[in-house]
C-alpha cells in the first residue's frame, strides 16, 4: 500500500479516534447528571422513572457501540503501526482502496465482510 494512502487514512482514524472519544466523554457526563437526578428525585413518579430508564439504557446501547468503535479504530491504528494494516482477516488478501476510503477500521474485505 501507498504510504500517501496509509498516511491520509492514518488521518482519518486519528481525527474519528478523537471525535468518538469527545462523543465518550460527552455522554459519560450525561448520565452522571441523569443519576443524579433521579436519586435527588427520590419519590418521584413511577412513570417519570420509567422514562429516565428508557433514557439511560439508550444511552448505554450508544456507549456500547461507541466502544466498539474505538476498539476497532485502535486496532486499525496498531496494524498501520506494525505494517499488517489493509489486509483481510479473513482471506488474508488486501482490502480494496474503496472500502478503506468509506470505512478505515475495516477489518475484512467487501467479499467477506
Ligand atoms: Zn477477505
Redesign the pocket.
Known amino acids: 500500500m501507498e504510504t500517501i494512502f496509509l498516511k491520509k487514512l492514518k488521518k482519518k482514524l486519528e481525527t474519528h479516534k478523537r471525535q468518538v472519544e469527545k462523543e465518550l466523554k460527552k455522554l459519560a457526563q450525561i448520565e452522571k447528571k441523569a443519576l443524579q437526578s433521579s436519586t435527588e428525585a427520590g419519590t418521584a413518579k413511577v412513570e417519570a422513572e420509567i422514562e429516565e430508564t428508557e433514557e439511560f439504557y439508550n444511552i448505554s446501547g450508544v456507549q456500547e457501540s461507541l466502544s466498539k468503535k474505538l476498539k476497532e479504530i485502535n486496532l486499525a491504528l496498531k496494524k498501520i503501526k506494525s505494517g499488517k494494516y489493509g489486509i483481510?482477516?479473513?482471506?488474508?488478501?488486501e482490502?480494496e482502496k474503496e472500502r478503506l476510503n468509506i470505512l478505515p477500521e475495516a477489518r475484512?474485505?467487501?467479499?467477506?465482510?
Open positions: 483481510c482477516e479473513k482471506c488474508k488478501k482490502i475484512s474485505c467487501r467479499k467477506c465482510k
